[in-house]
C-alpha cells in the first residue's frame, strides 16, 4: 500500500507564499515522476507543477515564474513554493506520485494525497 502525506496549506494573503510538502511512503519500488493538480470550487482539477526522477520540470502557465517546484529523492518527498500568490490560486492541492510496486517497474500507476486547502484571501 503506497501513502501520502501533504501539509503546508493554509491561509495567506494575497502576495504571501506558502510551502506544500508531499511525503510518499508504503509499497512502491520506484517513481518517476511526482507533482502537484489543484482543483477551486466548481472546476476542473488542473496541473500546477510536476518533477521528473530527472529533475525535469514542467508548470501550468498560470504559476511560472512563481511557483517552483523539488523533490528530495532520499526522502520519497516533494515540496511546493508558491510566491506572490493571488487570490485565483485558492484551492485544494493535491500531490500525486506517479511509480511502480514492483521491481520490474511496470505498470505503473498514480497515487493521490488526499489535498490540502489553500486560501488566498485578505
Known amino acids: 500500500q503506497v501513502q501520502l502525506v501533504e501539509s503546508g496549506g493554509g491561509l495567506v494573503q494575497p502576495g504571501g507564499s506558502l510551502r506544500l510538502s508531499c511525503a510518499t511512503s508504503g509499497s512502491i519500488f520506484s517513481i518517476v515522476a511526482m507533482g502537484w493538480h489543484r482543483q477551486a470550487p466548481g472546476q476542473q482539477r488542473e496541473l500546477v507543477a510536476t518533477?521528473?526522477?530527472?529533475?525535469?520540470?514542467n508548470y501550468a502557465d498560470s504559476v511560472k515564474g512563481r511557483f517552483t517546484i523539488s523533490r528530495d529523492n532520499a526522502k520519497n518527498t516533494v515540496y511546493l513554493q508558491m510566491n506572490s500568490l493571488k487570490p485565483e490560486d485558492t484551492a485544494v492541492y493535491y500531490c500525486?506520485?506517479?511509480?511502480?510496486?514492483?521491481?520490474?517497474?511496470?505498470?505503473?500507476?498514480?497515487?493521490w494525497g488526499q489535498g490540502t486547502q489553500v486560501t488566498v484571501s485578505s
Open positions: 518533477i521528473t526522477s530527472g529533475d525535469s520540470t
Open positions: 500525486y506520485t506517479r511509480g511502480s510496486p514492483w521491481p520490474s517497474k511496470k505498470p505503473e500507476y498514480d497515487y
